[in-house]
């Protein structure tokens, strides 16, 4: 018998409709527009990594060039079997991995100001073998599906104080960015926080209120914190301040033109001081141009308007919640830093997702629409049959 006889059917079609191993039924169930999105962002991340890794490491006196885009390739890898990894998870797993994660992220915030690692006047990384850690960045998720839970809970009238658990998850989470401090995180977490205490069907006025509450804070960090009130008022003022990130970030993307300069022929971004992190979308303009830069945002706005389409049809308040605020996380933060790139609005150290070099940025995006993907799967009850998703039953 040759030994094509001895494969079985599963095996030559690893990914045929009656296939139900776990990967079969994964690559049936998941959406696969929002995965392959996710995959083209990744590899683009790849390539401006290597168009900026030279500048960068000339900046920092690194000797080999491609030293930042070669860790950035071993960054991916990560981020994508994390992706991947988590996408499979059952929606109670989803729950127990962020309860886990959300323990472990807030025990390393609090030990940040004794353990912590110190940069630009803020202590948000522990540093071990070579490697920094943003606990923050695994923070996010896993808070946001914990608090949908506790709403999903708290709407089943069995006693569990569902908002006041949540209301509280957000209150440690802030004041431990706050002591960091990070700023923009806590704007970041508030606006997804907000989107689901909203799609969790509470009253309008309780929104408006938390809103309310949401900006009296906004104005009192700019009191307290001298580093934001600097930053929005070189933003309003910029000829009485130094601005010359901001600057040379907008004079590169306006060299880069239609089609841009070409694969490594920037010329500005030599003098972006992070390049390759927070103004990487400025490498991307210069050397590819506009029609690119616009591809990036379509990207983006794809993974979030097809998220959210997807996650408002889930039957299940916790799933819906839990899948839309994910999705909230990922769409803010590439808006928040692209707006800077463009000078719309202050300067933030936030990265662009799956692009931006560093570890705990990828591999964190690459766990945030992981789950958002493993809540939003085909499965079995999930959607109304009316959405033409019951066939999912097949794979029970």
Not at 189 to 200: D, K, P, Q, R
Request: net charge positive.
């Amino acid at each position: 018998m040759s030994a094509d006889h001895l494969i079985k059917p599963s095996q030559a079609h690893a990914f045929a409709r009656s296939d139900r191993s776990a990967l079969g039924v994964w690559w049936w169930t998941i959406d696969r527009w929002l995965l392959g999105a996710a995959a083209v962002l990744i590899g683009l991340g790849i390539l401006l990594s290597f168009a900026a890794s030279p500048a960068a490491a000339a900046r920092m006196n690194v000797g080999d060039p491609f030293h930042f885009a070669l860790r950035q390739c071993v960054f991916a890898v990560i981020g994508a079997s994390v992706l991947v990894a988590a996408s499979m998870l059952e929606v109670r797993m989803v729950r127990r991995l962020s309860f886990f994660i959300f323990v472990g992220a807030i025990a390393l915030m609090i030990a940040l100001p004794f353990l912590g690692h110190s940069a630009k006047g803020a202590t948000r990384w522990v540093e071990f073998a070579g490697f920094t850690l943003q606990p923050s960045e695994f923070m996010k998720p896993a808070l946001i599906v914990l608090v949908a839970w506790m709403f999903s809970e708290g709407q089943k009238g069995e006693g569990v104080p569902g908002v006041t658990i949540a209301f509280a998850l957000y209150a440690v989470s802030v004041a431990l960015l706050l002591i960091q401090p990070d700023v923009g995180q806590t704007v970041l977490i508030t606006v997804a926080f907000g989107a689901a205490f909203w799609m969790a069907g509470v009253p309008l006025s309780w929104v408006m209120r938390l809103g309310a509450v949401a900006l009296a804070g906004l104005v009192a960090i700019y009191f307290v914190f001298s580093h934001v009130a600097d930053r929005v008022n070189r933003f309003l003022n910029p000829e009485t301040a130094d601005t010359h990130q901001v600057d040379r970030a907008a004079e590169a993307i306006a060299a880069g033109g239609l089609f841009g300069r070409g694969p490594g022929e920037g010329v500005m971004k030599r003098h972006v001081p992070d390049l390759h992190t927070d103004f990487v979308y400025s490498v991307a303009a210069e050397e590819y141009g506009l029609v690119f830069s616009l591809i990036v945002i379509g990207l983006f706005a794809l993974i979030v308007t097809r998220g959210l389409h997807r996650a408002m049809k889930l039957s299940n308040t916790f799933e819906q919640v839990a899948a839309a605020g994910l999705f909230v996380i990922v769409g803010q933060q590439a808006i928040i830093n692209i707006a800077v790139n463009l000078n719309m609005i202050p300067t933030k150290g936030m990265t662009l997702p799956f692009i931006s070099y560093g570890g705990s940025s990828l591999i964190a995006s690459g766990l945030t629409l992981g789950l958002a993907l493993a809540l939003t799967r085909r499965r079995p009850g999930a959607y109304a049959p009316s959405e033409g998703l019951a066939k999912a039953g097949a794979f029970a």
